[in-house]
């Protein structure tokens, strides 16, 4: 994926109109029906409105590689008890992509939201909207390889999004702001997007809110200003390659504070409103990132990104998420939890899924590096886990998730973390230490800035060890049963 090239805004050709009506010379806008059809030849045809992850058809899309988001947002929290729990969005996001193929029409994913106009390279643009799709007609094909520029506005209220295990996700409306945290394809409920993780690309935010409350984003703070009572803060994305699933622009009463841990920048958002042993257990549990940070790079490698950090939101959920460069949680970061979202920093992160089956990868990883370093600080080693595991009895439904395509269902199953922890372990057994930390740190080396899936990682384990491990993998990935003989 190339660095996004500069091209003139469409918006100069808003102030230009703007500008010849003030002389008295009135240019009316092109309606979307009168549009130039323009080059809609049978080399051309439509992008798909997924790219074939079964566990979601309709995220992601095809024909397109988006390469960067800037998306300004202006929101408005809701108003006090007993108003209804909504805000309200608004939004515009320019986005620079590249066709991967001929492409007469492509989709976005968006839901929840209106769409008011899309323009393509500065051309208004014909679109419709469907349940998950918005659905952009250009006035002319856009050719395999051409760069574009795509302008979205949109809108609308805000509530509190549930996945499609009915779990809350996306743009969570609280009273005081918003949790944003997307995994598996909920940033579509505040930005269009192409929806998956073999899609990464670099953000910018510029997000305005009523003065006092903090926007906490991915990357680093650059600016923030207030006029006629909006703050907005900027944050910029912009080294880093994220899947969107890791976006986040979470808005709460936050106290921000910064500092370097391991050489990293390290910037905090901890919610002011936290109960007394919440903000206690949060601040001690921070206090720790640096020496974090140094452990786990002494297993994977460099810590990959421009800066880290949490954010700590008072709302009721319980839930923690590897936003990247800036770990969520609510209610409380505790150390076992924060462990195992910054080792996602890694493993998830730098390395994500190609497909949603493949979310052990993620979850198996992260749940090992948070047993490894329950071990480093003097608990229970990763041999006892692992052993604890085992005593796990075979009726249990435990071992009746194949972790390797555990189902959309149970993507977010207790198997997959500890059957997927387990796998990693038992393979540490079989192949050995000195290989076992070298495909962890190759397996990161090799895939930083993308996505693999489970075949890639077998395929790297056999090549550092030199062994078949085909049996190991069907036993500890693929077998509804506890595994006895590998």
Same mark, same amino acid.
């Not at 952009?136 to 805000?158: A, F, S």
């Not at 996306?170 to 997007?193: I, K, L, S, Y």
């Not at 006092?212 to 703070?221: E, P, S």
């Not at 005593?391 to 959309?408: E, F, K, Q, Y």
């Given at each position: 994926?190339?660095?996004?090239?500069?091209?003139?805004?469409?918006? !100069?050709?808003?102030?230009?109109?703007?500008?010849?009506?003030?002389?008295?010379?009135?240019?009316?806008? +092109?309606?979307?029906?009168?549009?130039?059809?323009?080059?809609?030849?049978?080399?051309?045809?439509?992008?798909?409105?997924?790219?074939?992850?079964?566990?979601?058809?309709?995220?992601?899309?095809? /024909? +397109?590689? #988006?390469?960067?988001?800037?998306?300004?947002?202006?929101?408005?929290?809701?108003?006090?008890?007993?108003?209804?729990?909504?805000?309200?969005?608004?939004?515009?996001?320019?986005?620079?992509?590249?066709?991967?193929?001929?492409?007469?029409?492509?989709?976005?994913?968006?839901? /929840?939201?209106?769409?008011?106009?899309?323009? #393509?390279?500065?051309?208004?643009?014909?679109?419709?909207?469907?349940?998950?799709?918005?659905?952009?007609?250009?006035?002319?094909?856009?050719?395999?390889? =051409?760069?574009?520029?795509?302008?979205?506005?949109?809108?609308?209220?805000? !509530?509190?999004?549930?996945?499609?295990?009915?779990?809350?996700?996306?743009? #969570?409306?609280?009273?005081? /702001?918003?949790?944003?945290? %997307?995994?598996?394809?909920?940033?579509?409920?505040?930005?269009?997007?192409?929806?998956?993780?073999?899609? =990464?690309?670099?953000?910018?935010?510029?997000?305005?809110?009523?003065?006092?409350?903090?926007?906490?984003? %991915?990357?680093?703070?650059?600016?923030?200003?207030?006029?006629?009572?909006?703050? *907005?803060?900027?944050?910029? $994305?912009?080294?880093?390659?994220?899947?969107?699933?890791?976006?986040?622009?979470? +808005?709460? %009463?936050?106290?921000?504070?910064?500092?370097?841990?391991?050489? #990293?920048?390290?910037?905090?958002?901890?919610?002011?409103?936290?109960?007394?042993?919440?903000?206690?257990?949060?601040?001690?549990?921070?206090?720790?990132?640096?020496?974090?940070?140094?452990?786990?790079?002494? +297993?994977?490698?460099?810590?990959?990104?421009?800066?880290?950090?949490?954010?700590?939101?008072?709302?009721?959920?319980?839930?923690?998420?590897?936003?990247? @460069?800036?770990?969520?949680?609510?209610?409380?970061?505790?150390?076992?939890?924060?462990?195992?979202?910054?080792?996602?920093?890694?493993?998830?992160?730098?390395?994500?899924?190609?497909?949603?089956?493949?979310?052990?990868?993620?979850?198996?990883?992260?749940?090992?590096?948070?047993?490894?370093?329950?071990?480093?600080?003097? !608990?229970? *080693?990763?041999?006892?886990?692992?052993?604890?595991?085992?005593?796990?009895? $075979?009726?249990?439904?435990?071992? @009746?998730?194949?972790?390797?395509?555990?189902?959309?269902?149970?993507?977010?199953?207790?198997?997959?973390?500890?059957?997927?922890?387990? @796998?990693?372990?038992?393979?540490?057994?079989?192949?050995?230490? &000195?290989?076992?930390?070298?495909?962890?740190?190759?397996?990161?080396?090799?895939?930083?800035?993308?996505?693999?899936?489970? $075949?890639?990682?077998?395929?790297?384990?056999?090549?550092?060890?030199?062994?078949?491990? &085909?049996?190991?993998?069907?036993?500890?990935?693929?077998?509804?049963?506890?595994?006895?003989?590998?």
């Amino acid at each position: 994926m190339v660095a996004a090239v500069a091209r003139p805004s469409s918006r !100069g050709a808003r102030y230009l109109l703007a500008a010849l009506s003030t002389a008295g010379l009135v240019l009316a806008p +092109i309606p979307a029906s009168a549009a130039d059809d323009g080059d809609h030849g049978p080399r051309f045809s439509p992008g798909s409105a997924g790219v074939g992850d079964p566990y979601f058809p309709l995220a992601g899309n095809g /024909g +397109i590689d #988006v390469e960067h988001y800037d998306l300004e947002l202006r929101y408005t929290p809701p108003a006090a008890e007993p108003a209804p729990l909504e805000g309200h969005l608004e939004g515009t996001a320019t986005i620079d992509l590249e066709a991967t193929e001929d492409l007469s029409r492509f989709n976005l994913d968006l839901r /929840g939201l209106t769409v008011t106009e899309v323009e #393509v390279d500065g051309r208004r643009a014909t679109f419709t909207q469907q349940e998950n799709e918005l659905v952009v007609t250009p006035r002319r094909g856009l050719r395999d390889g =051409k760069d574009v520029e795509v302008v979205v506005e949109y809108g609308g209220t805000t !509530g509190r999004p549930l996945d499609a295990t009915g779990a809350l996700y996306g743009w #969570v409306t609280t009273r005081d /702001g918003a949790m944003v945290a %997307n995994e598996p394809d909920g940033a579509a409920t505040w930005f269009p997007v192409n929806d998956h993780p073999t899609d =990464k690309a670099t953000f910018t935010f510029a997000v305005a809110v009523p003065e006092g409350l903090v926007v906490a984003a %991915n990357g680093l703070l650059v600016d923030r200003s207030t006029e006629d009572g909006l703050t *907005t803060w900027l944050w910029d $994305a912009s080294e880093d390659l994220m899947a969107p699933y890791l976006a986040t622009a979470s +808005i709460g %009463n936050y106290r921000l504070s910064t500092s370097t841990a391991a050489g #990293v920048p390290v910037i905090d958002a901890v919610d002011a409103d936290l109960t007394e042993p919440n903000a206690r257990q949060t601040a001690a549990t921070l206090a720790l990132t640096e020496d974090m940070l140094e452990f786990f790079e002494g +297993i994977f490698g460099d810590y990959p990104f421009v800066a880290y950090g949490s954010i700590v939101d008072d709302d009721s959920v319980d839930y923690a998420l590897e936003t990247q @460069t800036r770990s969520l949680f609510s209610l409380v970061a505790d150390e076992a939890t924060a462990a195992h979202e910054l080792a996602h920093s890694w493993v998830g992160n730098a390395v994500s899924p190609e497909r949603w089956s493949d979310i052990w990868l993620n979850e198996g990883w992260a749940t090992y590096g948070e047993q490894l370093w329950t071990e480093h600080r003097g !608990g229970r *080693t990763a041999q006892q886990q692992f052993d604890a595991l085992m005593r796990t009895p $075979a009726n249990d439904p435990l071992w @009746t998730v194949r972790v390797g395509d555990p189902g959309a269902a149970n993507m977010f199953a207790g198997a997959v973390y500890l059957r997927g922890a387990g @796998t990693l372990h038992a393979l540490r057994l079989r192949i050995g230490d &000195d290989d076992f930390f070298d495909l962890a740190r190759e397996w990161v080396g090799r895939y930083d800035g993308a996505a693999a899936s489970t $075949a890639d990682f077998e395929a790297l384990a056999e090549e550092v060890s030199g062994e078949d491990l &085909d049996h190991f993998f069907d036993v500890w990935l693929r077998t509804a049963t506890r595994p006895a003989n590998w």
